[in-house]
Structures are given as structure tokens and as C-alpha cells.
């Protein structure tokens, strides 16, 4: 097969993968209760991002951490444990993949950004935004706030969690629209 053929192999392999990964941003987006949906996300997250392995090493790292998200979703499920303290302890511990998913997926797109000489600002501001709504989340688990401290913060870490989201879901697209173009522009 000649550079030609694949090109537009990998162009359109690379715009279903970035595809993927809008898709499980809006699935965790619109259903973040439904324990079977939200591993159908990490799937599509997980098969998306290694299919963009080749752009950026992240891509990969990022495929790991939402193949670990489907564990802790599949052992967090309604019928897998009932509701313990160690159910509790695993739905706290699932976060800690699904804020590195995020930002590896991040830090890919930053990669992308910068081999098109573009600004990574976008990507550093998604890239703090999702990672302080999970970080509050994770400081909240001990319990160790008051219940006025506590109610601010959990509005704060739901706000910044979803904020998060739709901050990564917007660079998902920036970022297909860049691979587009660098992977068109080459011979």
C-alpha cells in the first residue's frame, strides 16, 4: 500500500478515534449515574485514545487509565457490591484514573497544539479546571469539613467537574480539527 492509500486511512482513522472520545465525554456528561453507560464511555474513551497512539505517547497513557476506569466501574457496580464502606473507598479510588484519563487526554492534545504552532493555553486551562474538581472531590472523601464547608465545596467540585468536561469535550474537537490538518498537510 502506498503513502497515498494510507493517508486517508489514517485521516479517517484518526476522526473516528477523536469521535470516540466526544462520544464517551457526552455519555460521562449526560449519564453519570448509569454504572452500565459510563463503562461503555471508558470503552470508547479507552479505544479512541489508543487509537491516537501514534500522535502522542499520552494517548496511550490515557487508554491505560480509562481501561482502569472500567475496573473500578465494573467493581462499583449496582450488582457487583452492595452499599459498604468499601464500595464508598473504591468509588473515591476510581477517581484518581479518571483525573489522569483527563489529563493525558490533555496533555496529547497540548503535543498536537504545539507541533502546529498553535497556542496550548486552551489545554493548560482545561487542564487545571479538570484537575481541581477531581483533586476537591478526592480532599472532601476524609470528611473533615463542617457541613457548611462541606456543602460550598461539593457545589464547588460538581461545578468544576462538569466544567471539566465540557472544557475537554471542546478541546476534543480543537484537536481533531488540528490532526486533521497536520495529518492532510502531509504527503
Not at 452500565?36 to 497513557?61: C, E, H, K, P
Not at 496529547?108 to 486551562?125: D, F, K, M, N, V
Not at 476537591?136 to 468536561?165: E, F, K
Amino acid at each position: 500500500m502506498s503513502g497515498q492509500e494510507q493517508s486517508p486511512l489514517k485521516l479517517l482513522r484518526g476522526h473516528y478515534a477523536y469521535q470516540a472520545i466526544a462520544g464517551a465525554l457526552v455519555l460521562r456528561l449526560a449519564v453519570p449515574d448509569n454504572w452500565m453507560l459510563q463503562i461503555v464511555a471508558f470503552a470508547l474513551l479507552a479505544g479512541g485514545a489508543l487509537s491516537l497512539q501514534q500522535a502522542s505517547r499520552w494517548f496511550l497513557r490515557a487508554s491505560i487509565a480509562a481501561d482502569v476506569c472500567i475496573g473500578f466501574a465494573l467493581l462499583t457496580g449496582a450488582p457487583v457490591l452492595p452499599p459498604s464502606l468499601l464500595r464508598i473507598a473504591l468509588e473515591y479510588a476510581a477517581l484518581v484514573p479518571l483525573l489522569l484519563a483527563g489529563c493525558m487526554l490533555l496533555l496529547g492534545y497540548r503535543e498536537q497544539s504545539r507541533a502546529l504552532g498553535r497556542s496550548t493555553a486552551p489545554e493548560w486551562i482545561g487542564l487545571v479546571v479538570w484537575s481541581a474538581g477531581y483533586i476537591l472531590a478526592l480532599l472532601i472523601a476524609p470528611g473533615w469539613l463542617n457541613d457548611r464547608a462541606l456543602a460550598l465545596a461539593v457545589t464547588l467540585a460538581n461545578t468544576l467537574t462538569v466544567a471539566g468536561l465540557i472544557a475537554l469535550l471542546l478541546d476534543t474537537f480543537r484537536a481533531q480539527k488540528g490532526y486533521i490538518r497536520m495529518e492532510g498537510d502531509r504527503p
